[in-house]
């Protein structure tokens, strides 16, 4: 969700006026998304290097966490959005923590669309975690080296009993992963607009899946396997 502080400046204003703005797109974006027949958002809200930017934005960016969650809570629940998390939000302040828990728990039968907030959140933190975690149930013996698959590993990571994201969308131009959803990024389609995250609108989520939509997922396999020539013409 890149753009915020250039929005800002574009205006003359203060960087968390951007932030502010920003969050108006995460509620737009969040609704467009199920509009459109998506069934998992996952925003990355706030990664692990955030943490590097002045301490009043980061001040200033979990304030605006716990005004949005406090807000949303009842929302959620009304409009059945199930809210999870992917990153170490054990990190995040306790206020935060807490409201995550509580709206995680008050949303967790809600089947039909899922917002994933990366919070914290790493790519490779992540992998490092899952590395932990599966050494020590190999310790347990409930895991063996010898037989790991992806299935069996990918359980370990954050984003466990998640699908993989079809479409990863960067705003204001910017053309990089910056330690998002390595792993499960695969065999992901990129789409890069030069829309400011503030001003990303339904019809910007629209455009991007429609031209997802008009690409080819090969999975390495070629063009002639996946349609083959029909003989009855
Ligand atoms: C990137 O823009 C944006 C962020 C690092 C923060 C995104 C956070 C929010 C939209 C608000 C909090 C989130 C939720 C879910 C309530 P930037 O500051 O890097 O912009 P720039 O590249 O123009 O400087």
Redesign the pocket.
Known sequence: ???????AKQRGLP?IE??RR??EA?RTATYAARDLGVKMLT?Y??SAE?WNRPKEEVGA?MG??EL?LKKELETFVRDRVRLRTIGRTEGLPPGVQRLLAATIERTREFTDYTLV?ALNYGSRSEILDAARAYAAAVGTGAERPGEATWASFSKYLYTASMPDPDLVIRT?GETRVSNFLLMQAAYAEFYFTPVL?PDFTKSDLAAAIADYSRRERRYGQTSEQLRPASSTT
Do not use: E, Q, T
């Open positions: 969700m890149d753009g915020n502080g250039r929005w960087r951007g932030h920003g969050v995460v925003l809200a706030f955030n960016l605006l966490l949005y907030l204001s995250w």
